[in-house]
Each structure stands twice: as C-alpha cells, then as structure tokens.
C-alpha cells in the first residue's frame, strides 16, 4: 500500500501539487496555471440571495495574475447585499487560495477560486457572509478549547421527463438502484465534480421523495459530506449547489432544492451533522456515550433553536415543510436515533464489535485485528434547515448556539429536559409533546425569535447588528404569518409559492 497521501485524491491541483488544498500559496497557483495552460479566472462569492457569483478575468500576462491574485478587485456592495448603501458601496473582494478548483464546465481552461470580502480601509467586511462564519469559529475555539466541525446532508430534487418504463413506487424512492431510479448517473457525475473541486464526500443516494406530475418526473436525491472545519464545510457546500444546478442545466434537467415540492410529498432538507475536535479526536463520545460537552453543545441548540430558523428556513414555503408527519421536526427536543426530533444523534459505531471480520469469515487477517476506531464518526444532526438557508449564516448560527451551550450554567439540566426517546407525535405521547417548546411556524415568527435572542449571536462580535437588522427585516417582508393557516387547504394556491420559490437559496 503506497504511502503518498494525496493517491486517490480527486481534486487535480492538490494531485499536481502535492499538497493539501490548506497549504496552497499564491506561488502554487500561478505554477499550476503556467504549468496546464489554464487562461481565464473566476473570482466566486456569495451574494445577499445565498447564491455564488462570477467575476471572470481573462489572463494577459504573468504581472497581471500576480495583481489579481494579489489585489484582489473592487466590486459593488450594495448590489449584492441589502444592508450597504449605494453612496459608500464598493468592496473588494480577495481570494482565498486554499479554495482553488478548476471549473468542470468552461470552455476555455478555467481556474475558480472562492473570495472574502474587505471594506474600503482594507478590513474584513464585518458582515460578510464568510466572515461572520470565521468569527463563529474562532469563538468557538476561544470559549471551548476545541474546533467546531460539520458536515451537510444536501437533498434536491431533478425533474426530468416522465418516460413511463419502471415507475419507482410513490415516496419510496429510500436508496432506491436503477432502473426504478432515473437519475443516478446525474448524481454521480455531480460527485465527480464536486470532489475534483475539492469537496469531501461521504456517500450518495436517491432519497425518499419520487413521484410524477404533467408529465415529468420528480426524483429526490442526496449528497452527504464528511465532517471538515467549519469554514471548509459552507465552502465546500457552495460550490456542491453550483455544480447540481450546472450540471443539470447543462443535461436539460431542472434541478431544485425547495424545501416544498407539492403539497403531500416529501420536501427537501438540509441537515446539518456537527461534532467538535481536540488535537484531532473527537470529543463527542465518552466511555461509549454521549459525552457532557455534546451534551452542552446540544442544549445550546435547544436554547436557540427557534431563532436558527431565520438563517436556515428562508422563505415561506419552508413553513410548509416543518410540519408533523413528514421526518422534519415541529418542536425543540432532542434524541437517539430518533426521526421525529429537531436534533438527532445518529448511530456512532460505540460498539466494540469488529463488524468487519464478522461479515467476511473468510479473511482470517480481520480476526487478528482490534476493533477498528470508530467512534471517531460520532456526531449530531440539526433536522430543521433545508435548501432556502444561507450556507454561512446557517452554520456560524449553529456554531454560535453550540458555543452558548457551554457559556449555559444550566445546560445539562435543558439537556435532560428536553431529551425525548419516542415518536413524538405519536397519539399516546401528546402530553410530551405539548410540554416542549415548538418552531416557528413562519417567517415573521422566525424574525421576531431572531429579534429575542440576537444578543446571543452579537456576543463575542460574530454576527454585526446591521447583519441581523437585515436578516430580521427581509423575514418581515415575507408578511406570511398567518399563510400557513389560510392555505393549507387549497393546493394550488400552495402550488404558486412552490413555483415563486423553486431556486431558492
């Protein structure tokens, strides 16, 4: 077995380079560019909406790659985010190098590379997406001693013309294989991309919702990335969404990742997987259980719960999603293993079972071996985002709330209380469920959550007021406080939101 770390490594820069994507220099960027005669560069950053922009150059010379990789260039602030003005909008924008990938579908040979914004005296812009991010983390390390990590459960949907031969069965579409599942190719070819752009992928896999409407068909898929840095996880999410939504523009497929379809079928989430790290170990397991920092980590997010909505459910329609009987939670609780929950914590492979040996009898070496080190895997699972959120807001939101959960004096105690081990909507658990505290069921409630406990995610500087003012005040604009109630009834006044929000986040 070779002992070169990057074999098998997908992303080409890091396989020319020989060396992890962190480590990349202005100097290794400029050689791999003279080296494979790559011509153009994308600046990649993201706007108010969630969504990546462009900035193309064209390379002239040597001395100008320098100064853009180097200078960076200005862009207009206040068209890409609500809260700068137009009389003092101009920002830069800089690279950052470890982000480096090349763009599976220009034309001309074409380097792309995600960007941080600067305000005018050269600063961070305090309430930039991937800044505010930075903040949550380093905060994080200060208060905890330990790196926040995490990792996205990205679903969506592709629709594509409904061709009648081996119609998968409705809503059970769960890992479903060829030929009942249509769009495997699509899904893996996107893996291919996404990992060459450098993204860490755990798996793939065609998930629950499948159906067919007018003619098409709607099949859900999954993407789910292992656990990295946080700031590398918003990242590498970023570039996943563009890559679907290229990939399936470029095969005629639309591509959504709506929180709502239509009414009755399974909508689209956005789990978020989380555990934290010192000196390289996880530290969410202790003697085979859940240990008391997850358990502090947990109930920060049971405290803060309400509010995270308003970074990870965006628009109306993700209110027709957190709803009862639908795997995504409508109240602040937590469990093992358990569905019905806001927060979950998966199967962590605590056993110590040599799993291994004992489905492969054949290979004697296996036996000989301890168990393998497993509980590494161990993380928990925020239920209530889907495909509306904005990446970074979202998870320096989650950082935040886990963060406080150690600054709690009573943490353990909202730990244990809000601890549920059953189906919690199920009819002889009603009592339980009434006792726990429940989402907001609309973008106004979410706001006015916000409005609440915004000093929590203003400590320690992470989250900038007029961030907050923003976010609180485009929630408000959605005026749907009582739209859940007045349309629930009447599916194609539901079906007109679905289409008004359907490329969302």
């Known amino acids: 077995m070779t002992n070169n770390p990057f074999t098998l490594n997908a992303n080409p820069i890091v396989e020319f380079l020989q060396k992890p994507s962190s480590e990349f220099t202005k100097e290794d960027i400029i050689n791999y560019m003279v080296q494979n005669d790559i011509r153009m560069v994308n600046f990649m950053y993201p706007g108010g909406d969630g969504k990546l922009k462009t900035l193309n150059f064209v390379v002239n010379d040597l001395s100008y790659l320098d100064t853009i990789l180097s200078c960076g260039e200005r862009v207009d602030g206040s068209s890409l985010f609500s809260f700068i003005q137009a009389g003092s909008s101009d920002l830069y924008v800089l690279p950052r190098y470890r982000t480096a990938f090349l763009d599976p579908f220009a034309e001309i040979p074409t380097l792309s590379l995600l960007c941080s914004f600067f305000d005018k005296d050269g600063h961070p812009l305090e309430s930039s997406p991937e800044h505010t991010l930075h903040k949550a983390a380093e905060a994080f390390r200060q208060v905890t001693g330990m790196e926040f990590q995490a990792m996205g459960e990205l679903e969506y949907y592709v629709i594509s013309e409904d061709e009648g031969a081996y119609p998968a069965q409705d809503q059970r579409g769960y890992h479903e294989s060829a030929p009942y599942a249509k769009c495997g190719d699509f899904r893996t070819r996107c893996m291919q991309y996404i990992a060459q752009a450098g993204g860490q992928i755990k798996y793939g896999h065609s998930e629950v919702g499948n159906f067919c409407l007018d003619g098409k068909n709607y099949e859900q898929n999954e993407i789910e990335f292992l656990p990295v840095p946080v700031e590398q996880a918003a990242d590498q999410l970023m570039v996943a969404k563009w890559i679907i939504r290229n990939l399936g523009y470029q095969l005629g497929y639309d591509v959504t990742f709506a929180p709502k379809i239509t009414t009755g079928k399974a909508g689209s989430g956005l789990h978020i997987h989380m555990r934290m790290t010192k000196d390289g170990r996880n530290q969410m397991l202790s003697g085979g259980v859940l240990s008391e920092s997850a358990r502090k980590m947990i109930a920060g997010m049971m405290e803060l719960a309400p509010s995270i909505t308003a970074f990870g459910n965006k628009n109306p329609m993700s209110y027709f999603r957190l709803v009862p009987h639908q795997e995504a939670p409508t109240n602040v609780c937590w469990g093992d293993r358990n569905r019905s929950v806001l927060v979950r914590v998966p199967l962590g492979w605590s056993a110590d079972v040599n799993m291994a040996a004992l489905a492969n009898p054949q290979d004697t070496s296996l036996t000989s071996q301890p168990s393998p080190l497993t509980s590494e895997k161990q993380t928990v699972e925020m239920r209530s985002p889907d495909g509306s959120a904005d990446l970074y807001q979202l998870l320096a939101g989650l950082c935040v709330a886990c963060r406080h959960g150690f600054e709690m ?56 007021p007029a961030m907050i003012d923003g976010i609180i005040a485009q929630l408000r604009a959605f005026d749907d406080a009582n739209l859940r109630k007045n349309i629930e009834g009447f599916p194609d006044e539901i079906q007109k939101l679905v289409t008004q929000y359907f490329h969302c986040g």
Do not use: M, W
Request: net charge negative; with cysteine; glycine share 2%.
């Open 409 to 464: 004096e009573n943490a353990l105690a909202v730990a244990e209380k809000t601890y549920v081990n059953v189906n919690i909507h199920a009819a002889e658990n009603a009592d339980r469920l009434n006792s726990l505290a429940q989402l907001p069921d609309s973008c106004v409630a979410s706001a006015a959550c916000l409005e609440r406990q915004r000093k929590v995610f203003e400590e320690h500087g992470v989250f900038a």
